[in-house]
């Protein structure tokens, strides 16, 4: 014999343990969604801090830069007070010669035959407050290249006009391995990269293949004082799998 069901039980009290589950089940598949999204988000805020760690150079131009310091040394070292009396001097003292000794052939010119002498002055043309030198002067720079963390004030910054896609290496495609490569390039007058160093990599694997695209680039100079400069920039290269 069948037992009969303890309490109520019927349409109504199942719409109302309905609404309760229903409530709850919304609530669970909520409170997931969230946490999905949430860490979807929060990988993305890591991934950005990774990148901000780029060192920056920041660029000045000579019109930004303060007066150099004076090169004058304003304090002026005390006195000190010798007790003992001072030596006579050695050097400068004449010391007689006997006359057997000058040589008798020996002639000083005079005022006259010296202005004769004709000095060994460029040629100059033109007149008054315009003055063209017929000689040329070479002077040294010390090189085209500058060093790789020097202060190099421009007005514009090198711009990449060819920049080809680096390989990807087959070992990290085998591996699934994925990061960034940032690369320092030194961007001569000519636009042309001179030197690739690393700054910094997530995997070393992606080092050379960045480093040869980076050689293989081409820019806009940079430019200071209406005139092409070498300069060095930053340009990063990402590695990911489709």
Known sequence: MAKKPQGPYGRLELKAKYQKFFSLGLLIAAAFHFMGVGSYYLALKLQESDEDNIPVVRMMKYSEMGPPPSIQNTDVAP?????????????????????????????????????????????????????????????????????????????????????????????????????????????????????AEIVKSDAEVFNESAKEAAMNSLFTPAVMNNGPVACWVVIPYRFKLK
């Not at 391995?177 to 001569?188: D, H, R, S, Y």
Request: hydrophobic letters at 35%; zero cysteines.
């Open 79 to 195: 006195a000190v007070a010798v007790a003992a009396a001072a030596a006579r001097p050695s050097v400068g003292i004449p010391v007689p010669v006997p006359d057997a000794e000058v040589a008798p052939e020996a002639t000083i010119a005079s005022q006259t035959e010296l202005s004769q002498q004709v000095s060994n002055i460029p040629e100059v043309s033109g007149s008054g407050s315009q003055v063209e030198i017929q000689q040329d002067i070479q002077v040294e720079t010390g090189g085209d290249e500058p060093d790789m963390d020097a202060f190099i004030p421009v007005e514009k910054q090198p711009q990449p006009i060819q920049q080809p896609q680096p390989k990807y290496p087959e070992l990290a495609q085998r591996a699934g391995i994925e990061g960034n490569v940032w690369v320092k390039i030194l961007v001569t007058k000519d636009g042309k990269p001179k030197r």
